[in-house]
Nanobody
């Protein structure tokens, strides 16, 4: 069982920045960030291999968000810059079903979810 605990959400004006963190209890898991806006399906934002390589970004966040992983602290990060109102959502940390599997891209690839953290961007 992998436990994921997110932190770092909040409210910011458009153009601002936030950094999300996710402390994980499991090791060598590929991980990802998903988000879910009101009335919309949960969608993948970014993912990364367990080694910290092979970062993937959805087109909507490419060039603005940066995913990273500190394996010494077993913590996943998402640096979000130039935030837009359409980035408003609950952001979820996610881990693959087993160690070493490919990074989660869709909800079906996820074995473990964090509790979510709210990000609100005002115009």
């Amino acid at each position: 069982q992998v436990q994921l605990v997110e932190s770092g959400g909040g409210s910011v004006q458009a153009g601002g920045s936030l950094r999300l963190s996710c402390a994980a209890s499991g090791y060598r898991y590929c991980m990802a960030w998903f988000r879910q806006a009101p009335g919309k399906e949960r969608e993948g934002v970014s993912s990364i291999a367990w080694s910290g390589a092979n970062a993937y970004y959805a087109d909507s966040v490419k060039g603005r968000f940066t995913i990273s992983k500190d394996n010494r602290k077993n913590t996943l990060y998402l640096q979000m810059n130039n935030l837009k109102p359409e980035d408003t959502a609950i952001y979820y940390c996610a881990a693959a079903r087993s160690p070493y599997l490919t990074p989660p891209r869709g909800v079906g690839d996820v074995g473990y979810w964090g509790q979510g953290t709210q990000v609100t961007v005002s115009s």
